[in-house]
């Protein structure tokens, strides 16, 4: 739907072995936390561990097993989750922090207002995007 603006730019970090980026809500409303699932992050076609990925939002770091149960705890349209996952020495060893990164991300988000006939509406997105790393503020 707003898959355009998914990623959030010049939210690319790393720290140490954490890769993390900014993720926008394609959504047009407010969802639930336990709305979202199915996420995935990748830079320069390196999948993250989905066992690593975590959705920090509202302040609170979550794996995506936590987010289920989360249907009081919401997403607002105009917060920032941040997306993270750790990568492997070697990985980190091949980033250039000067150079440009292909990011993808993906996710999944239940509307749990619309009936599709055989359950809630599930709606997949991602997006790619060409992004430096952030340099860690000092």
Not at 12 to 19: D, F, V
Not at 55 to 71: F, H, K
């Amino acid at each position: 739907m707003m898959r355009d603006a998914i990623i959030e730019p010049g939210s690319l970090k790393l720290e140490g072995n954490t890769l993390s980026v900014g993720v926008r809500m394609p959504w047009y409303r407010a969802l639930p936390l336990s709305s979202v699932c199915d996420l995935v992050l990748d830079i320069d076609g390196q999948a993250i561990d989905k066992a690593s990925t975590r959705w920090l939002i509202n302040g609170v770091n979550y794996r995506e097993d936590e987010l289920p149960p989360l249907y009081q705890d919401w997403w607002f349209v105009a917060d920032t989750a941040i997306l993270s996952g750790t990568l492997s020495d070697e990985v980190v060893a091949q980033l250039d922090p000067t150079a440009d990164h292909a990011v993808h991300v993906g996710l999944g988000i239940y509307i749990p207002y619309i009936d599709a006939g055989n359950g809630t509406l599930l709606v997949h997105e991602g997006n790619r995007e060409t992004m430096k790393l952030e340099k860690k503020a000092a």
